[in-house]
């Protein structure tokens, strides 16, 4: 089968560092990509990694280690508007499987 | 410049009846994704069409179907609505098939009674 798993919820401080664990076990494996939603929005796309190493965008940086099947992303300077629900979704014979999400709680 | 529209908002439906979701892409974008997100799930995959054709298709059954049009809009339909159809339906639009950043529509707010 195909799975994803990453914690349900991470608490953090504003201006702090956090980062989002996410394994994956899937077959026909393309990338892994990072979706941020808001309660009641939609999801907003964040990166893709194909290859494995740190793909870095402002603030935001995502990891791969295919050989690990393991991913995570890593926000840097934590702003209360960066509190929501980070998803992470493999990329596999030209469909998104998502894992559950990670509900991130910023604490002033 | 326009991103990817869905309607209607809000829907309840009966135990049994028919609905159709549609979707408009973003502009320049010629692929359509939907979607089913459950309250505090994920989103599940549910087809994805592109040049008017479905795709791919995820673990859901024939009481879902689709349609792309020539203008790359597209709407999904459901048959005998169940009470577990309750959920968020996504539409995402991506510049090609294969194109992995996908731009989301609000949504629609399907309620079974």
């Known amino acids: 089968g195909q799975s994803l798993e990453q914690p349900s919820e991470v608490t953090a401080v504003e201006g702090a560092i956090v980062q989002i664990n996410c394994t994956y076990q899937?077959?026909?494996?393309?990338?892994l990509s990072w979706y941020q939603q808001h309660d009641g929005g939609a999801p907003t796309f964040l990166s893709y990694?194909?290859l494995d190493g740190l793909e870095e965008t402002g603030r935001f940086s995502s990891f791969l280690s295919r050989s690990d099947s393991y991913g995570y992303l890593l926000l840097q300077e934590l702003q209360m508007k960066d509190s929501a629900s980070y998803f992470c979704?493999?990329?596999?014979?030209?469909?998104?499987?998502w894992g559950a999400g990670t509900k991130l709680i910023i604490k002033p | 410049d326009a991103g990817v529209t869905q309607s209607p908002t809000h829907l309840i439906k009966t135990r049994g009846q028919q609905v159709t979701l549609r979707c408009s892409p973003k502009?320049?974008?010629?692929?359509v994704s939907w979607y089913q997100q459950a309250l505090g799930q994920g989103p599940q995959f549910i087809f994805q069409?592109?040049?008017?054709?479905?795709?791919q298709r995820g673990n859901f059954p024939d009481r879902f179907s689709g349609h792309q049009f020539p203008n790359y809009s597209s709407e999904l339909n459901v048959n005998a609505l169940l009470l577990g159809d309750s959920a968020l339906y996504l539409c995402?639009?991506?510049?090609?098939?294969?194109?992995?950043?996908?731009?989301f529509g609000p949504g629609t707010r399907l309620t079974v009674t």
């Open positions: 990694n194909a």
């Open positions: 995402a639009s991506s510049r090609s098939a294969e194109d992995n950043e996908q731009y």
């Open positions: 069409y592109y040049e008017e054709e479905e795709r």
């Open positions: 899937t077959s026909g494996f393309y990338g």
């Open positions: 979704a493999v990329s596999s014979n030209y469909q998104l499987i």
């Open positions: 502009s320049g974008h010629d692929t």
